[in-house]
């Protein structure tokens, strides 16, 4: 789905939310349907997330829509997350709910503008961006990680990512997820998060390890080695406990690793002629 059809779905809710909903007539009307096209609204929305008396969302507006102009393709990847959003999260109805409350969400688009300043060689202002971010929305990404699209933060409190982690496309995360280093190291020290997988509530990963395609990673568990594509690991440290059922846990978002395929281990009598 392109964003100009996107932006055209998101002012029609947003039409039928100011009718339904009086009280929040006059903050639809200042998000949504003031503005002109996708980029303008975005920009004023993750700017009035991230504006005080010091950074006003008038500065912060111009910063983002900016960044919209020099690269283009990216008012689409936007609009793939919120698809993606939409798509995996039961609660949600409709994409102006994604946009305007999901915190999750804004976090990732908000770090995409500190993304680009840091490859932009403004450094200092992107870190600005990550402070706010964090401070704001309680989601502390590294401006220089790298986050692909259709990238899920569900609920996202608490969420830790690392300067050389990679996180790739279709990526769903819960609450209190690190993606950290172990040491004090500089270099490649962060996890790489491979396409289609899901971490659950509260998982630490930790190094330069990588995240196997289509896995799963328990809540809780404490990943420290290789995640083997399609597989699920839990505990901690983490281990391999089986494999998902479904071929993407990313859209599935089922957390239950109890129902995931076992793994054959070897029979009582065979281990112990074994030994």
Known sequence: MQSNQVWTLIQSEARQMSQKEPLLSAYIQQCILTHNSAAEAFSFIFAQKLADDVMPVEKLS????????????????????????????PAIHSYLTVL??????QAIQIHRLAHHLWHSDRRELALFIQSKNSQVLSVDIHPACQIGKGVMFDHATGIVVGETAVIEDDVS??????????????GDRHPKVRRGVMIGAGAKVLGNIEIGCNSKVGAGSVVLNHVKPHTT????PAKQ????????????????VLDDTSIKRPEKSAVMNKS
């Open 173 to 186: 995360i819960l609450q209190s997820v690190t993606l950290g280093g172990t040491g004090n190291q500089s």
């Open 233 to 236: 690991v839990v505990g901690v």
């Open 62 to 89: 111009q910063l983002f829509y900016a960044f919209y102009q020099e690269e283009p393709a990216t008012l689409d990847i936007v609009c793939y997350d919120i698809k993606a959003v939409f798509d995996r999260d």
């Open 100 to 105: 305007l409350h999901l915190k999750g969400f």
């Open 241 to 256: 406990v089986g494999v998902p059922r479904c071929s993407e846990p990313c859209r599935s978002m089922q957390q239950n």
